[in-house]
């Protein structure tokens, strides 16, 4: 059963180009994932298909007006429990690889407001949307990025939609950890030469290499990702050869 995305809007050709590229277009393809894109305005009320008014209480922008949400859902999801309805929003639980997990294996159809304007009427949040979420603390000037955000963080680890363009599973590996240096050819770039551990084909001392990167990058970029993440035995030796390693280095100077 395919994963089935909706993304209201009022702008859709914003999505349709960049779903008409690369891995989402082959997933979409191949029926792994489906992304249905509706344009509000074909639910507003009135002849003029207007869906922003002025905010009661006065102050700058426009606001969304409530009834063309309304009238969508009722018309194309009635149903609550089949449907799982997102706003895009500054407000909302802030995304994370764990929340794109947890929605890669949502059975409910997803269905993405995305707010343009100030805002959305409050009584569409109130009574119609099951989750606000955040990509980021910074304001953008619609919901379209953030839904489209979302849908690539979670088609990617539906099975299937990767294929040979790379695995979640070795991504589960490092799971938490911020990635290892990467290397292709040449091996020897303008005196840059690749670490020789990678080119001795002896994937146990790869994979410890790897995974002695990823918690060196860590520890220095995001040493808060450290603190949540469960450390083995052999991540805790690990750890303490990197701080050996600074020692030495902080000797060596
Ligand atoms: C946003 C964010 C965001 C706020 C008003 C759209 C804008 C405008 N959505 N994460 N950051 N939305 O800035 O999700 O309507």
């Known amino acids: 059963m395919s994963t089935k995305f909706h993304v209201v809007t009022i702008f859709p050709e914003m999505l349709e180009t960049y779903l008409g590229f690369s891995i989402l277009k082959r997933a979409i393809r191949n029926n792994i994932v489906s992304v249905e894109i509706h344009n509000l305005r074909d639910y507003s009320p009135n002849k003029h298909k207007t869906v922003d008014d002025s905010p009661f209480g006065g102050g700058a922008g426009m606001v969304m007006k409530p009834d063309p949400f309304f009238r969508i859902v009722e018309a194309l999801w009635p149903e609550k429990e089949k449907r799982k309805i997102i706003m895009l929003s500054p407000r909302g639980r802030l995304f994370s690889q764990d929340s794109a997990m947890e929605l890669s294996h949502e059975e409910k159809d997803i269905i993405f407001f995305c707010g343009r304007y100030e805002a959305i009427d409050q009584r569409v949040s109130d009574y119609l949307v099951d989750e ?35 695995s979640t599973e070795e991504e589960s590996f490092s799971w938490g950890l911020l990635d290892y240096p990467h290397y292709t050819r040449p091996e020897h770039f303008q005196g840059m030469s690749v670490p020789g551990v990678l080119m001795s084909g002896n994937h146990r001392e790869i994979n410890r290499w790897r995974k002695k990167q990823a918690i060196k990058t860590t520890l220095e970029k995001r040493p808060e990702l450290l603190e949540r993440y469960v450390l083995t035995d052999k991540d805790r030796e690990l750890l303490e050869e990197i701080k050996e390693d600074n020692n030495e280095l902080d000797r060596g100077n």
Not at 142 to 164: Q, S, T
């Open 132 to 166: 606000e979420i955040s990509i980021g603390d910074y304001i953008l000037t619609g919901g379209e990025l953030p839904a489209l955000v979302i849908i690539d963080a979670v088609a990617r680890l539906i099975p299937g939609v990767l294929g040979d363009f790379g």
